[in-house]
């Protein structure tokens, strides 16, 4: 079992930085696959990054490719997602999500915890 709390979220103005983290508790969370996603009204959920906690492996999708960054602290057992150069399209709900497995996931069905969300809503 893992649980997993976001913060950060905010309003912000485009061109303008957040950080999102995510604090994990639970059993081997090495083992572990942790993501972002984004829904924002009106539409479906939406991947935005990925990454292995034992490799440090990560993905992130077109959209947020070279603006977003992903990482994660082993000591803290936390995940972060630094949002830089943020858009107006940016504004949704961001999650953390958990997946018990070492493997890169890229949709929600594969994840198997997940947070409340935060929001992030970016001004233009």
């Known amino acids: 079992q893992v649980q997993v709390v976001e913060s950060g979220g905010g309003l912000v103005q485009a061109g303008g930085s957040l950080r999102l983290s995510c604090a994990a508790s639970g059993r081997a969370i090495s083992r572990y696959t942790m993501g972002w996603f984004r829904q924002a009204p009106g539409k479906e959920r939406e991947f935005v990054a990925v990454?292995?906690?034992?490799?440090?492996?990560?993905y992130y999708a077109d959209s947020v490719k070279g603006r977003f960054t992903i990482s994660r602290d082993n000591a803290k057992s936390t995940l972060y997602l630094q949002m830089n150069s943020l858009k107006p399209e940016d504004t949704a709900v961001y999650y953390c999500?958990?997946?018990?497995?070492?493997?890169?996931?890229?949709?929600?069905?594969?994840?198997?915890?997940w947070g409340q969300g935060t929001q992030v809503t970016v001004s233009s």
């Open positions: 990454i292995s906690w034992i490799s440090g492996s990560t």
């Open positions: 999500a958990a997946r018990a497995s070492t493997n890169l996931v890229f949709t929600a069905t594969g994840y198997d915890y």
